[in-house]
Structures are given as structure tokens and as C-alpha cells.
């Protein structure tokens, strides 16, 4: 087990570990509440992640007499890795880039963009289809998906929290009272705060891990590591119209260009110079 793959079990417990700092301000009931809304409602964006995800990219499936070359790549990729053949589509983005989604190997899509056709080479089109491909083997859309769900939860249950001591505990208790109201406001600001920094780390660990499986499937790191530089150099430059919760999905951050993001507080994605590092280490 790789340091990476340990760092996301830890991280999951901390997650756990929430919830139920949470759940102990307020009670069960309000956990359970939580909780249960949002594994339904991850767990049904998780079933349709792979239509969410092309619809967003305006991808469109290609078949093998349409892209040989990159079909070609996929199955020899499958083949070594002993995966099953994903689904091949492809997206007219100019920018550079490439996800993958699907619930299982089984049901898997990898996706690639017009404009990462058209400035990667060979070589390093096959390392960042390794990197997608050893998303779907080391099964990072179903732990991206919990997380999202324990998310969710948490950010549900601080509200259920808040409004229930705004609301509910009106008894006459003076200064009790208001030190609840207090204490719940706080914590629906900081619990979804504290969430989307363990989400996004736990996002950050699974790219590090991608990169080192894809390393080890090619037998050396150095076709993804250029491929990741002029990934990020084209991204700065060539915009891409994509929601925020969608660009957690593609190999390097295709809302890297813009000058003002939010989402820019909360990386998803480590720092590429780093990857980089990472990757020719390994080479």
C-alpha cells in the first residue's frame, strides 16, 4: 500500500471523525439526517458520473476507424494494466486535457480533448492515458465520490445544527441559549470549511498516486512529466468553459488561466511542478 493510498484512508477517517464531532453538538438524529440526504444525493451524481462529466466536456464517443491512433493506445494501455476497455470519447475543447469517469473499471470512459491531439506527441498522449487509466483501476471516482458524500453530509448536518439551536431550544435559557446559537453558527461555517480542505486534499493524494501508477505501467515517468508541462503551459493560455465541480476530474485544472477563482483557495490538483518532479525521480 502507497504512502498516497494510506494518507487517503487517514484522511477518510478524519472525515468520519467530523461527523461525529458534529452529530455530538447536536445529537443523532441530525447526523443521520444528514448523512443519509447526502449519500443519496452523491450517490446518485456517482452512478451518473460519467454523463455528467461528457455532457459537461461536449464530449462525443469516437470509434476505432475514427481515431485508430488513439484507440490503439487505450487498448495496449487496457491490455497491460489487465483492465477492461474503457469507453473512448472525445471532446472539441481546444485546451489540452483528458478525464476519466465511470463507477467501475467495467463502466469506464476516458476522455481526451481536441487540442491534446493536437500538441502532445505520441508518447505523451500515451502517458497521460496511462494517468486516467490508472484513475479507473485504482478506483479514484468512487473514493473522489465518497468523499464528496461525507462532504455533503457535514455540510447538511452544520446547518440542521444551526437552524435546530436557532429554532428549537427557545426555552428561556438566557445566556445557554445564546451561546448555542453561537457555537451552531460557527460550526456551519466551520465544518464545511474543515470538509473542503479534506476533500480537496484527499483529491491532490489520488493525482500523486495516478502519476506513479502510470509511471510504473510505462516504465518511466518522463512521457507524462512532458506531457504535464505542456498541458499547463496551453491550459494558462487557452480557456475552457467548464463548471468548477467538473474540473476536479481533468488531469491538470482547466480553469487554471483565469485570473480570479475562488476554487483557486481549495487546490484539487497538486502543484504540476511538483508532479513533474515527482515523475522524472521516478523515471
Known sequence: ????????????????????????????????????????????????????????????????QEAPE????????????????PRVYLSPEPQP?????????????????????????????????????????????????????????????ARLAMWGAMFGGGGGGGDRDNGNVVGALLLAILAPLAAAVIQMAISRSREYEADRSAALLLGTGEPLAQALEKIEASAKRVPMQIAPAQATAYIVNPLTGRRVQFAN???????????????RHTA
Not at 74 to 82: E, I, M, N, S
Not at 271 to 276: H, L
Open 97 to 157: 486535457n483528458a478525464f476519466a469517469t465511470g463507477r467501475n473499471p467495467s463502466n469506464a470512459v476516458v476522455c481526451v480533448t481536441q487540442g491534446l491531439l493536437q500538441v502532445l506527441d505520441t508518447e505523451q498522449i500515451r502517458g497521460v492515458l496511462a494517468h486516467e487509466m490508472s484513475h479507473v483501476k485504482n478506483r479514484d471516482i468512487l473514493i473522489g465520490s465518497v468523499a464528496a458524500a461525507l462532504a455533503m453530509a457535514i455540510t447538511l448536518v
Open 1 to 64: 500500500m502507497s504512502r498516497n493510498t494510506i494518507k487517503t484512508y487517514v484522511l477518510l477517517a478524519a472525515f468520519g471523525g467530523l461527523l461525529m464531532a458534529i452529530g455530538s453538538f447536536w445529537g443523532r438524529t441530525g447526523l443521520f439526517i444528514g448523512l443519509g440526504l447526502g449519500l443519496v444525493m452523491v450517490g446518485g451524481s456517482y452512478w451518473f458520473s460519467d454523463k455528467l462529466a461528457v455532457a459537461s466536456a461536449k464530449a462525443q464517443p469516437v470509434s476505432e
Open 265 to 279: 483557495l481549495f487546490s484539487t490538483h497538486p502543484s504540476t511542478a511538483d508532479r513533474i518532479a515527482r515523475l
Open 70 to 85: 488513439l484507440y490503439a493506445i487505450v487498448t495496449d494501455l487496457a491490455r497491460r494494466a489487465g483492465q477492461p476497455m
